[in-house]
């Protein structure tokens, strides 16, 4: 309890002789809560290692008291032996002697148990204290760490402040030279343009320092009421403008896909009347070889009724063709009829086309002509007879291609109104695809027309338009010369104004800037003087700071060796305990305890040497501050 105390007088005196702040006492109760921690966990090795003991001295107590059992139920039984035979008394045998060092052993292991529990109650009693302690410090701890926190959050909080001060200074800085530049600048071009003119006179009486008056206050506010009007006013003009701009081009857009697309139209049409042309050559080849192939016949008749006898025997080929094309006419019109539609403006191939087809049936009327000519000489002059003979000889000689045959008209009778037939239908085709090609040029002619409006009326609004915007905006802003003059001396009142304003807040800004500097270059001062004041100490070096820094040195001397010794004895600890365990094996639990006794005792010795050095420090210290109070030297002790 006096090693306690003393531990408890000796940190509260340490903490009122250390020289530092909160962050040092901190630092010292961190250490102490170190020492008492290690201090806990030797006592708790010590504990452990006294409950091992205990708990096996209590075994071998209890083999101890079985065996004392087991030997008196024997001396019984000997007893009742001798009593019963009535033998001389027993002597004393080395069973009973055996039983007397027994005895004493285990009087002796009751002694040594009574005595461990008296050396651990205080040890106990130790540890409780220290884990009180360590639970004090470890709240002061916390409260002393929650105040070091506030202080680094208030200190950072400071700096951050002190940065931003020192940005927006620099920021002022920058703009006053801005400001200044252009106030400058504004003042020789007023003078230099206008000497005489009511805003120099206005920066005169400004420069005098005479206030504005109630008029010149209107006036500010009536430009500032017409500079937002004619603000609103252009936005309101490039906004209309704007949706003019966006309506034309979303109609020439749209006219210009419109007029694509009838391109190509146009260029699909061109392609399909370019194949159609080469299909109309093909077919008028085609109508020229089979002309030939009918002209031929006939020219062979003529020749054979010039030699033919008195009966006239008309000789003909393969009989006409003229069916075949009629139907190669209709396919080719079937498929114009298809593609009818896509013949947009493409009427010099549809008349080319259209005179083909005329053509032939020009030359197929014509042949039908000379046919039915021929026809029509031959047949009146017939007799029945003879159109009988005909038939017989016809018959006789059929099987000679290019042989001569009897003529007989009925077989050529019904071919003559199937053909007119086939041409009135052409001729009806032919005009619905008149008719259809008409109606589509009217259409793209009609849709040319239609798109030139437009552009036209489109045109005609934006220029309406655009007039009215620029009447608008000249019967609102084009009054008089004078109206735009009295507005560009009003602006530039204003503009003065406003920078006389900023004149202003920077001649603020100007003396607290003056007024810092004074409070940085008094801080500087000071901090110049301590500095030469700590410089004078450490040259002075009077032997009362010689006595000091000794003994400051001597405390850390203590200290390093005070935390050498905690190693030492944690690492013998450590090898006590390592031992101990060997030993069990080896020897008896005797030799262990009396050598953890003496290494206590050591530990003890070892303690009471370094508390009453750090008494004899204490003393020291208290006798060189109450020396120093009074202004004399000591002398320091011997070590």
Known sequence: EELKAREQSFAT?????SLGGQWQDVEGLKEQLKD???????LQVEVQSLREKNGSLEQNAKQLKLIITTLQTELEKHKCVAVTTAAPPLKVTPTNHELDHVRKELAKKEMELEKIHKEF????KEAETAKAEVAENKLQVGALEAKVSELQGFLAKERAQTRAHNLRTEEDKKKIQDLNRQVKEMEQILKRNHPDSISALILTANSEGSEASPRFKYLENRVQQLEQELSKSETDAQVGVREIQDKFHSMKLKYEEHTSDLELQLASAKHQAHMWRQAAEKNEAR???ERKAEEQPIREMKQNKKTAAPPMVITVGAPPANALAVREDAHLLATIRGLKLELAAKDKDLLKIRRDLDESTKTNRRLQRERERQLGVVAPTRPPAVRGAAKQEQVSETSQWSGNKVYDPAQFEPSIPGQKEGVERLEQENGMLREELLRLEEDYRSLQTKRLQDLNLLQKQHEAEMGRLISDHMARHSNSRIADL????????????HLK??????DEYREEIEVL???RDHLEKSNMDLRKKVSDFRSMQTPEMLQYEGLQEKLSELERRHEAREQKLQAMVRDLLRRNTEQRAVTGDNRSATTMKEKLLDKNRQLCLYRAEMDRILETLREFNRHQKSGSTVQLAPD
């Not at 005196?13 to 002789?17: L, T």
């Not at 109650?121 to 106990?124: A, H, L, N, S, V």
């Open 13 to 17: 005196q340490r903490q009122q002789f």
């Open 486 to 497: 009295q507005g560009q001396l009003s602006t530039q009142q204003i503009i003065i104004s």
């Open 501 to 506: 304003d900023q004149l202003k807040q920077l």
């Open 287 to 289: 109508l020229a070889a």
């Open 517 to 519: 500097r004074a409070e």
């Open 121 to 124: 109650e205080p040890t106990r």
């Open 36 to 42: 008492k921690d290690e201090a806990i966990l030797r």
